[in-house]
């Protein structure tokens, strides 16, 4: 188990320097010349030029390279061009935010999604079955983001049942924190829940068909205990590698959703900083966010070995 | 005696195709009854349908199942789940796949004690210990923590049988128990369930293709072709004297140690789909001794005497059946 | 006995595949979904009743009614005539990132399944951009290159490309080993013929599959790109821009931004029938792979 654990977190470091590369590449790739853009149009040349001297945008491609890995391994992601902040104090203002209502869609995500997928499976091919899984389809064909306006119109501008937008923090007001996070968590969750419930009721379907299952009925266990032990076990096998691809679209789909429900996260931060070219912050903010995807995944290869002892067990 | 176990008129159906036709047999407590047949001949749906286990759409079209006084076909769900693996448990073919993979082995047998009795949690462990001993696996408390995929196929019978005989059955089924096995761990679990038997004293109904291991373990033999069973006799007197053309076909292509070197005697032709069933007996295309008579009608079941019955037609006569039609 | 490899891999695409795509009923719903939508912008000239960017201040923020159909934007455009024209724009962006993807895809993923010594590299390079959730590495591409519809198709290429790779490279490792492939090498075959004229052909059935889940995802993610302002700029009418231009006026025009969305959704739902018509049809032994 041991030797697993350091094998993952080995081989996640090659990927952890490629990302980091691409961020860095993209960045530096960028059209057009971003001095005089943060300089302003009345800006003489001269005022030009010094800052791309203070920023080191003369510098060549090597040496740029070298001095933000050099930066980086210090955990010093940069200053905002516009923000009166560094990029790392920025981001952790706002990631609490982010992660709490990432985590909240991924409960919808499982609880409704693999519900959905279960009863689906066990009921396969009635018109729960058909009704479920015609549901969950146009779930996860629906943009989060315009669920999200849809959403706001009816709970809030028709019914006034939610807010249309805006964040208490949970040590706050937990309610409060519910209120403002449930909606933009649904928007978000929408489509996953679609996804797990397709993935549940086909990895369900055959598990219900392999020979331990019908081991299991002959063993006299009552059905709850076949389907929600027996069978269950082995799907959240796969259930878990989908998991980690839920993670990273939720992740994703929280840029948009943050601006549409006004909530102060990363996802807002970094719309933010691309409308207004603040390239250091879009920097940081697509690293940390692949940074994040990448640990999730490794939570997630563990915890398919935990789920899986034939991979614990290095077969 | 009163037979612990009787069938009547069982029929088994997937859709509108029968694939088990109108199946009596009785089997008395302690005894070992062998269903022997191709793959396809409804052995395995049988077994499952004793159990109420068939997959949909299958079902049970018609007849009567009686186990230990209780009718298995009008039980509630509830009943059924009370009684599979209590008194009537049931042994796969695959011990590959049977096992659960992802639970230990201790927890598949100790859950099986849980459902069906009440124990606390030491004895549970206990008893799981002793079945791992009854099976004769070696070192058996530590083996309560190991998953399946740590145990040879061999092995894993074992724990199957432990699993099926946790709560000490009044029948075993076993399905095929062997054929997915090596020729030498075939031989040791087929030991193995002999001498369970004598000890524990439950019935076993053993199903197979193999006409070797129904010599050496039943007390009777019960032939089955194409959904019908064919021939049901003591295995003594069927090995003496098969009376069904199948059974004796069967026989004859068992390779023989004692006799002359000969061609080994195959069955010619297929056994028949059961979407496509020749018309009259089943058997009737690849028999050797078929007349016209044979297509016209299934042949009855005639009761021989001395618990042996066969359905054929040269029984009655080909004339008599003529006759009747 | 020994399963044939030849089990292993995709049936061939022929007649069987097209009995049974038109006897699928998801198949034949999407399907009908998304000629909807394809015919609504090849025919947009003629059935769009107003030009697209065509204002009315007189009737800004109108109601649905028998001359605005779907109503009336903040400039007093006409909303379904920018939903018309919208598809036009969503659509071939879609079309262009899957023909790129494909494209991409299938040279990425077959040296990658070929050559194995090039194998590593190449995965750990797909590995790290998948690393990245798609939407943002589109996003951050299309951002630094600046809001233009060629941009958003390089974007999308880009963050889709790597799925397309995977896909192409796991088929040709099966197909690689295949009894034909090592025919054609001990007759002297090519390393370059190979790939084109025995393992390519015999990888492509995953990849249609997974070109019309791209689609999809293109489409859902064109309107991300448009609505938070890195995709085609405005007036452009694509579903995000119409989208984007409804949302603060969610209140008293919720019509503005309703109906692009309702067009996305046709889109993608008719797309994801589509494509699980065509995995069934094709080889109904494909996991799903989304």
Redesign the interface.
């Known amino acids: 188990m041991f030797a697993f654990i350091v094998g993952r977190i080995l081989a996640a470091i090659?990927?952890?320097?490629?990302?980091s590369?691409?961020?860095f590449v993209?960045?530096y790739?960028?059209?057009?010349d971003v001095a005089s853009e943060l300089a302003g149009p009345t800006a003489t040349p001269d005022e030009i030029e010094q800052i791309r001297d203070r920023l080191g945008l003369n510098q060549p491609f090597v040496t740029r390279l070298v001095s933000w890995y050099g930066a980086l391994l210090q955990g010093d992601l940069g200053h905002s061009f516009l923000l009166n902040q560094t990029v790392s104090h920025a981001i952790l203002e706002r990631l609490p935010v982010t992660l709490s209502v990432t985590a909240y869609a991924l409960v919808i995500v499982l609880l409704i999604g693999m519900t959905t997928g279960i009863i689906a499976a066990v009921r396969a091919n009635t018109w729960v079955d058909q009704g479920m899984m015609g549901i969950a389809?146009?779930g996860?064909?629906?943009?989060d983001?315009?669920?999200g306006?849809?959403m706001?119109?009816v709970f809030a501008?028709v019914l006034g049942w939610m807010p249309t937008g805006g964040y208490v923090e949970f040590s706050e007001s937990p309610l409060g924190w519910l209120r403002m996070t449930t909606m933009p968590a649904l928007s978000l969750a929408l489509t996953q829940v679609g996804?797990l419930a397709?993935?549940t009721r086909?990895g369900m379907l055959e598990v219900l068909r392999?020979?331990?299952v019908?081991?299991?009925?002959?063993?006299?266990?009552?059905?709850w205990?076949v389907v929600g032990k027996?069978a269950l076990?082995?799907v959240m096998?796969q259930v878990v590698t989908v998991v980690g691809v839920s993670v990273?679209?939720l992740?994703?789909?929280q840029?948009?959703i943050e601006?549409?429900f006004s909530l102060p996260g990363v996802g807002r931060l970094?719309?933010g900083a691309?409308?207004r070219r603040d390239y250091p912050v879009?920097q940081g903010g697509?690293l940390l966010?692949?940074t994040i995807?990448?640990v999730v995944?490794l939570i997630v290869d563990l915890l398919y070995a935990y789920?899986?002892?034939?991979i614990r067990?290095g077969? | 005696m009163a037979a612990l176990l009787s069938v009547s008129n069982l029929t088994i159906a997937f859709g509108g195709t029968p694939v088990v036709e109108d199946m009596s047999f009785t089997l008395d407590p302690g005894e070992v009854l062998g269903i022997v047949g191709e793959s396809g001949s409804g052995k395995s749906m049988t077994a499952l349908a004793l159990l109420r286990l068939i997959p949909p759409p299958g079902r049970v079209t018609h007849g009567r199942i009686e186990f230990d006084g209780i009718d298995v076909l009008a039980q509630p769900e509830a009943a059924m789940q009370d009684l599979r693996g209590r008194a009537m448990s049931m042994i796969f073919q695959e011990p590959m796949t049977s096992l659960n993979p992802v639970f230990t082995i201790g927890e598949q047998i100790e859950e099986t004690l849980r459902v069906h009795e009440r124990l606390d949690r030491a004895a549970t462990r206990r008893r799981a210990v002793e079945l791992l001993e009854l099976v004769e696996i070696p070192a058996a408390a530590r083996r309560l923590g190991d998953y399946p995929h740590q145990l040879s196929g061999g092995m894993r019978q074992r724990v199957m049988i432990a699993i099926a005989l946790a709560c000490r059955p009044k029948v075993l089924i076993a399905d095929e128990p062997t054929t997915a096995l090596d020729v030498t761990i075939q031989a040791q679990i087929l030991d193995l369930l002999r001498g369970l038997r004598k000890e524990l004293g439950m019935a076993v109904i053993l199903i197979t293709h193999d006409l070797g291991v129904v010599a050496e373990f039943a007390d009777r033999v019960m032939v089955m072709y194409a959904g019908r069973v064919v021939e049901n006799a003591p295995a003594a007197a069927l090995f003496a004297t098969p009376r069904h053309p199948y059974a004796e076909g069967l026989l004859a292509s068992i390779p023989r140690l004692d006799g002359p070197i000969q061609r080994l005697n195959a069955i010619t032709g297929m056994v028949p789909s059961p979407h496509a069933m020749p018309p009259g007996c089943r058997f009737a295309p690849r028999c050797p001794h078929a007349r016209d008579a044979c297509a016209e009608r299934i042949p009855a079941t005639t009761d021989l005497g001395g618990g042996r019955s066969v359905a054929c037609i040269r029984e009655t006569g080909y004339r008599q059946t003529e006759a009747v039609s | 006995m020994a399963a044939s490899p030849a089990t292993a891999t995709a049936a061939p695409v022929g007649p069987g595949a097209l009995r049974r795509l038109i006897r699928h009923r998801s198949f034949l719903i999407g399907a009908t979904l998304f000629t909807f939508v394809v015919a609504m912008a090849l025919l947009a000239d003629w059935i769009a009743p107003h030009p697209p960017n065509q204002s009315n201040f007189r009737y800004r923020f109108g109601e649905p009614n028998d001359i605005y159909w779907l109503g009336t934007d903040r400039s007093g455009r006409d909303v379904l005539s920018r939903v018309i024209y919208g598809s036009q724009v969503s659509l071939r962006i879609g079309l262009m990132v899957v023909i790129v993807t494909a494209f991409f895809g299938a040279i990425i993923g077959s040296i990658a399944g070929y050559f194995r010594a090039l194998d590593d590299i190449i995965m750990r390079v797909m590995d790290g951009m998948m690393a990245f959730p798609g939407i943002l590495l589109a996003i951050a591409i299309a951002a630094a290159l600046g809001p233009s519809e060629l941009n958003a198709v390089i974007a999308l290429s880009i963050a889709y490309t790597p799925r397309t790779s995977r896909i192409v490279r796991a088929s040709v490792l099966v197909v690689r080993e295949m009894e034909y492939v090592e025919a054609a090498r001990a007759i002297g075959a090519g390393h370059l013929r190979i790939l084109l004229r025995h393992i390519l052909p015999n990888s492509i059935t995953p990849l249609i599959v997974q070109m019309t889940f791209i689609f999809a995802l293109a489409i859902l993610a064109e309107a991300v790109l448009s609505f938070i302002g890195v995709g085609p700029p405005p007036p452009t009418p694509t579903f995000g821009n119409i989208i984007a231009d409804g949302r603060n006026y969610i209140q008293e025009a919720p019509w503005i931004s309703l109906f692009p969305g309702i067009a996305i959704a046709m889109c993608v739902l008719g797309l994801n029938l589509l494509g699980d018509g065509l995995r069934d049809a094709l080889d109904p032994r494909m996991k799903v792979e989304r």
Not at chain 1, 29 to 32: H, L, M
Not at chain 1, 140 to 143: E, F, Q
Request: hydrophobic content about 60%; charged content about 10%.
């Open positions: 090659p990927v952890l320097v490629i990302v590369l691409l961020t993209i960045i790739f960028v059209p057009g389809l146009i996860l064909s629906l943009p983001f315009w669920l306006l849809v706001i119109y501008v996804l397709r993935m086909s392999q020979d331990y019908r081991t299991a009925r002959a063993k006299g266990l009552p059905g205990m027996h076990a082995n096998v990273g679209i992740l994703g789909g840029i948009v601006s549409v970094i719309v691309i409308l879009i697509l966010t692949a995807f990448v995944n789920f899986d002892p034939r067990y077969r």
